[in-house]
């Protein structure tokens, strides 16, 4: 190995692993990661000894939730190096934060304001946007480079006067490329509109610092950074929650309310209408705090290690088609395929009987599986408890399937 990342005793807080009953070569991590055991410890010790509803408590049950609720948003903040705690909105995913955002700007948009997208896009940071065309909102996209970049040369021409928002992926979920952020923000800036970026993917390799990106809302999922499921965060610029009023409403989110008319609490509250996921925003923070304390430049050399050489063991493979960028530069460890004419679906369910877990579909990017020419394809993504095996099993599964569905 190059460096000094032990894959085994990584794994050994991962409790799937300590269960398996059979081999597993997990390399899905693209959808969902696995948990630690920091998530699960925290869980269990809420649910068992501080159970109850936050904010609204008069016993100290409550309060002890409340407590380690808000702990787990501090915890988030850190991660995040966000500015304040009350940045940090608690979802219930990446899907969810961005129809808020999205919801709650639809309250302030008029006909002819125009939101930029681009075609890489995971359909939750597409349709929340297109879904604002039915109001006169106009959405832009754009386009991508041969090897599926957006292609920033192209932002003057898009993002214009009219240009509320710019919503784009910090890195794609179906090629792995991670967007150029200093022209993406440069071009908001220059004509006052904000920035959105969905950090689903990126999150589980990386520590993204708010207060270097420049960007105005950071969403992502637990379970895609080793954490629970169910719950997710919308980090907002104090300035940028302020402005938007609540998509969701109902208790716990109110200044006021009276018959005919209520006002509504600061952020972040004024965005967690009902009891939020409690137990699992616990769970996260205990996550992020764990990632925290982790050796990214290690954990970020294996994971290109690996990644080059599942690369290079595609390359070998006839008929295998790459699509995406060639190489792993600006790019998280995700790589989509086909594998000749064979559909995706039987390549997986084939490599699943050899106990290598895979994704094959769409992956929730149609307009960008439109752009490749493809209906479907095959994805593999890897995550720092991955190893050779895992590589080496799927590139001899692969095989395999060639010449059984062949
Ligand atoms: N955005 C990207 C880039 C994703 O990869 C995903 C999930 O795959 C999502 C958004 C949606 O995340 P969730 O289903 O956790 O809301």
């Known amino acids: 190995m190059p460096n000094d990342h032990d894959v085994s005793a990584f794994r050994r807080?991962?409790?799937?692993?300590?269960?398996?009953?059979?081999?597993?070569?997990?390399?899905?991590?693209?959808?969902?990661?696995?948990?630690?055991?920091?998530?699960?410890d925290a869980m269990r010790r809420h649910d068992t000894q501080a159970r109850g509803n936050v904010l609204r408590g008069n016993h100290r049950l409550a309060e002890a939730a409340t407590e380690a609720y808000e702990n787990a948003r501090a915890g988030v903040a850190r991660y995040l190096n966000a500015t304040t705690v009350e940045e940090i909105v608690f979802t219930s995913g990446t899907?969810?934060?961005?129809?808020?955002?999205?919801?709650?700007?639809?309250?302030?948009?008029?006909?002819?304001?125009?939101?930029?997208?681009?075609?890489a896009e995971h359909h939750s940071n597409f349709l929340p946007w297109q879904r604002l065309q039915e109001q006169g909102v106009v959405l832009r996209v754009l386009p991508l480079t041969s090897e599926g970049r957006i292609d920033m040369s192209l932002l003057p021409a898009i993002v214009g006067g009219r240009c509320r928002l710019?919503?784009?992926?910090?890195?794609?979920?179906?090629?792995?490329?991670?967007?150029?952020?200093?022209?993406?923000?440069?071009?908001?800036?220059?004509?006052?509109?904000?920035?959105?970026?969905?950090?689903?993917?990126?999150?589980q390799h990386g520590r993204p610092d708010m207060q270097a990106l420049g960007a105005d809302f950071y969403v992502f999922s637990g379970h895609k950074c080793f954490g629970p499921t169910g719950v997710g965060v919308l980090w907002g610029r104090r300035e940028a929650l302020a402005e938007l009023p609540p998509f969701m409403v109902g208790g716990g989110m109110v200044g006021r309310v009276a018959l005919r008319e209520s006002t509504w609490a600061e952020p972040p509250r004024r965005f967690e209408a009902g009891t939020p996921p409690i137990a699992q925003a616990v769970g996260l923070g205990a996550v992020l705090d764990w990632l925290v304390g982790q050796p990214w430049e290690q954990l970020r050399s294996h994971e290109e290690h690996l990644f080059e050489r599942l690369l290079a063991g595609l390359r070998n493979i006839p008929g295998v088609r790459l699509l995406g960028p060639a190489d792993r530069r600006e790019r998280l460890p995700v790589v989509s395929f086909n594998l000749g004419e064979l559909h995706p679906h039987d390549v997986c369910q084939v490599l699943d009987e050899r106990h290598v877990a895979l994704r094959g579909g769409h992956h929730c990017a149609q307009p960008l599986m439109e752009f490749f020419g493809v209906a479907a394809t095959v994805r593999?993504?890897?995550?720092?408890?991955?190893?050779?095996?895992?590589?080496?099993?799927?590139?001899?599964?692969?095989?395999?399937?060639?010449?059984?569905?062949?």
């Open 13 to 40: 807080d991962f409790p799937l692993y300590a269960n398996l009953d059979r081999p597993l070569h997990y390399l899905d991590n693209a959808a969902t990661a696995q948990m630690h055991q920091s998530a699960f």
């Open 95 to 119: 899907t969810a934060a961005i129809n808020l955002v999205a919801g709650a700007m639809g309250y302030l948009l008029r006909p002819g304001d125009e939101i930029v997208v681009s075609l």
């Open 166 to 203: 710019i919503a784009l992926s910090h890195a794609s979920n179906v090629t792995g490329a991670i967007t150029d952020l200093v022209p993406v923000i440069a071009a908001a800036r220059a004509v006052g509109a904000r920035v959105l970026l969905d950090g689903a993917q990126y999150v």
């Open 380 to 406: 593999a993504s890897l995550a720092a408890y991955n190893d050779v095996a895992d590589v080496d099993a799927l590139l001899a599964g692969l095989e395999h399937a060639r010449q059984v569905l062949a």
